[in-house]
């Protein structure tokens, strides 16, 4: 993308509303804009960011086996009442009659929907298991939107749901979420550490909450240090080997981490004092199994190997798509600006050219692009005729990790600067061997 023909509406000024850094720099980069309260308008920009982390979520979905959909955001009361949960929801949920005077509602959740979807179709337990999710817009009417994309009334969520025919089947299917929700907050550059949390209006006591820690978060959260240590790297997994799985989720879940709602303090005191810790965190996802909680409400039953109808067990997890914009760039900033791992950044490299109308630059700067491009990769080319100071400060303020710049006297030398913007070091390359360096940091990812 040439930056002259792109819409990236930067912002020079700090804007006032934004009390945290990550909905500042948002806004201030162009990728955002409030259309009202908790409800906002994906930029180009920000909009690119958004799907390279649905992008990373469905791959690592399709790797665990589930299976991806889509459901409406408008649902029907009527599913909602069968589960007791249209008057328990409260005021969060926002509730519209259509011309008919029909009851429905923007879905805050999809239990309803999904269970609804499996028991019309899925009548026997050879059919399990099923794990099926979409990533759709949820809405809640939250009391307090706050922090740009973090407590959004409208936000996008990927929603999973899985069906068993036994509680240790969807027990399998909960640690396979785990895994598989590790594996993804790592590729966005993240350390989402899984909590003991509260079930609140999805149900179940047994869930975890992902949290990521930062100052800005809205989370109050309880661990042991060592949690913060442990990585999940690059492991071969079986999806469906389930001692496998059981064991990461014993790794990840046996020491002390956990939300203020189930924080106890005579097993926090446990912990030896050094490695106490509390602290704030963000919220960027949650698993949950419920057993039979929708399934017995809502008649969603299958034969079972006897010939007996049994509910099937069920959980659902949701990983908060939109509000891991801000916590990425809660986690990954400077005074400058944004820094993009490289797994969600939306342009892998910027061009900078210093003295753009100059034959030579122009031509380097066209040759760079094509030869980026040719290796699959997305250049944002800043060919504007601006001084080479606003280039950078805009380069740094979008926080692509990756920065050629190319100008007249490196050239005549045969050399472009490749710079990274986390160290801010930089090395004087050849232009073949700069797309070379770029492609290789790009590899596999
Ligand atoms: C799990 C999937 C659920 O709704 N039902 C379907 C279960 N869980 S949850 O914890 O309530 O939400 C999942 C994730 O969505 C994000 N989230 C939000 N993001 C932005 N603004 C909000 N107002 C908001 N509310 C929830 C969180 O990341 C949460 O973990």
Known sequence: MRLSRYFLPVLKENPSEAQIVSHRLMLRAGMIQQSSAGIYSWLPMGFKVLKRIEQIVHEEQARAGHIPMLMPTLQSADLWRESGRYEDYGQEMLRVTDRHDRDMLYGPTNEELIT?????????????????????????????????????????????????????????????????????YERMGLQAIPMRADGGPIGGDYTHEFL????????????????????????????????????????????????DETHDE????????????????????????FGTKY????????????????????????????????????????????????????????????????????????????????????????????????????????????RITVGPRGLKAGVVELTSRRTGES????????VARVAEIYAGS
Not at 145 to 155: A, I, N
Not at 169 to 180: G, P, Q, T
């Open 116 to 184: 609804d979807i499996f028991r019309s179709h899925v009548r026997s337990y050879k059919d399990l298991p099923l794990t099926l999710y979409h990533i759709q817009w949820k809405f809640r009417d939250e009391i307090r939107p706050r922090f740009g994309v973090m407590r959004g009334r409208e936000f996008l969520m990927k929603d999973g749901y899985n069906f068993d025919l036994t509680k240790e089947d969807a027990l399998h299917a909960y640690n396979r979420h785990l895994v598989s929700y590790l594996r993804s």
């Open 266 to 289: 005579a097993a926090f005191n446990e912990i030896p004092e050094a490695r106490r810790r509390s602290a704030r965190g963000i919220e960027v996802g949650q698993i949950f199994y």
């Open 427 to 434: 090395e004087e390359l050849t232009p073949e061997a700069a």
């Open 212 to 259: 990521v820690l930062a100052e800005t978060g809205e989370s109050e959260v309880f661990y042991d240090s060592e949690v913060t240590d442990l990585t999940f790297g690059d492991r071969e997994i079986d999806y469906d080997d389930v001692a496998q799985c059981q064991s990461i989720l014993e790794e990840f879940t046996s020491r002390y981490a956990r939300t």
């Open 295 to 402: 399934s017995d409400a809502m008649k969603a039953v299958v034969q079972g190997p006897d010939g007996a109808q049994v509910p099937v067990h069920m959980g659902s997890h949701g990983i908060g798509v939109s509000r891991l914009l801000g916590a990425i760039i809660e986690a990954s900033h400077d005074d400058k600006g944004i820094i993009w791992p490289e797994g969600v950044t939306p342009f892998h490299c910027g061009i900078v050219n210093l003295k753009q109308g100059d034959a030579a630059a122009d031509g380097a700067c066209a040759d760079l692009y094509k030869a980026l491009t040719a290796k699959g990769l997305e250049p944002l080319y800043d060919d504007r005729n601006e001084r080479a100071g606003a280039k950078f400060a805009t380069m740094d303020l979008i926080g692509l990790p990756w």
